[in-house]
């Protein structure tokens, strides 16, 4: 997939634990760690809506186009 | 006379016993699952009617091929005569026997199919439905019964051609019955396909 997910660079950057995240977010960890490996085939907007609500950042910020 | 008449209405007696007994015996069995779970009671039904007819199909298949054992190995040691009939059809020959042994042969296969289709309904009842494993007996059911229709059209003609009784009929047969429904069956796997890759990408949707 050309979209990159950099989620685990900003996780980094506001220094929280992707446990606490998929807590607030309300997903499983598991279904986090689909997203941060890239084997997701698509976000909801919600979803994306909550996590850039809580990291405090831009879609752009954890996402990438990288063509192949 | 009145003695061939007591002996008819004895066995057409006897045969209303034994639908009823038939009947009856899949309602317990139906009753029983049905008791034991609340949901999903036509593939329960559907089970137990499939469940019933293969029990019943595989005791005759072995007595069919101990049959057809003893066809082939020969009639004089065995004491099989050489003229009979079986199931409407007048057995004379070795060509006759070949396509009554084929035909013998295509109920074994029948039983195969009827044996995936138990295993199918088996996986819709443990709700594996969108699997790998339903598409590949949706396919090989599908299959197979083409492969059926195949063998039962040369059983045919082996007897038509043994009686010197040749003709074609293009009528709605068990012949195009039997390859309709197998690529039915093709069709639904490829269905089901397309349903398990719509469950992966729902499933993959954070």
Do not use: H
Request: hydrophobic letters at 50%.
């Amino acid at each position: 997939m050309p979209i990159i997910v950099n989620l685990d660079v900003m996780l980094a950057k506001r220094k929280m634990r992707s446990n606490e995240l998929a807590e607030r977010i309300g997903i499983t960890t598991a279904n986090l760690s689909i997203l941060k490996t890239g084997k997701a085939k698509a976000i909801r907007f919600s979803t994306l809506e909550l996590i850039c609500e809580i990291l405090e950042c831009q879609p752009g910020d954890i996402m990438e186009f990288v063509a192949e | 006379m009145t003695r061939i008449k007591r002996i008819y209405t004895d066995i057409k007696n006897n045969y209303c016993f034994l639908v009823f007994y038939y009947c009856l015996s899949i309602i317990f069995i139906y009753l029983y699952r049905t008791l034991k779970l609340k949901t999903m009671r036509k593939l329960n039904l559907l089970k137990t009617i499939v469940d019933y007819v293969f029990i019943l199909s595989i005791i005759m298949c072995t007595l069919l091929i101990v049959f057809s054992i003893l066809l082939i190995l020969g009639s004089e040691t065995l004491k099989i005569p050489d003229k009979f009939f079986f199931n409407g059809i007048e057995i004379i020959g070795i060509w006759s026997k070949l396509g009554l042994t084929i035909n013998i042969a295509n109920f074994g296969l029948t039983l195969y199919i009827l044996f995936n289709f138990k295993k199918l309904l088996g996986n819709f009842k443990e709700k594996l439905i969108f699997e790998i494993e339903t598409c590949i007996l949706l396919n090989r059911i599908g299959r197979l019964l083409i492969y059926s229709s195949f063998i039962y059209i040369l059983a045919e003609m082996i007897l038509r051609l043994s009686k010197n009784d040749i003709y074609i009929d293009f009528g709605f047969g068990p012949f195009l019955y039997l390859v309709s429904l197998g690529l039915f069956f093709i069709v639904l796997a490829e269905v089901f396909k397309m349903g398990k890759q719509l469950k992966e990408e729902n499933e993959l949707t954070i």
